[in-house]
């Protein structure tokens, strides 16, 4: 890919950043969900370093 896509990539990867906090930051203020939701995101964690570690060499 060339220096465009590079960038489109970059700025697409750091609005994902952001979007992922955002709900995170929200999700600690909802109480009756916070503790289902960060159990939900640490499996979720897991799961995709597992992931990395299983199939990137």
Do not use: E, H, N, Q
């Not at 600690?28 to 995709?48: E, H, S």
């Amino acid at each position: 890919s060339g220096k465009g896509w590079s960038w489109i990539i970059d700025i697409s990867a750091v609005f994902l950043i952001i979007v992922s906090l955002s709900g995170l930051i929200l999700l600690l203020f909802i109480k009756k969900k916070r503790i289902a939701g960060l159990i939900t995101a640490v499996i979720g964690l897991i799961i995709c370093y597992l992931i990395y570690v299983i199939f990137v060499p």
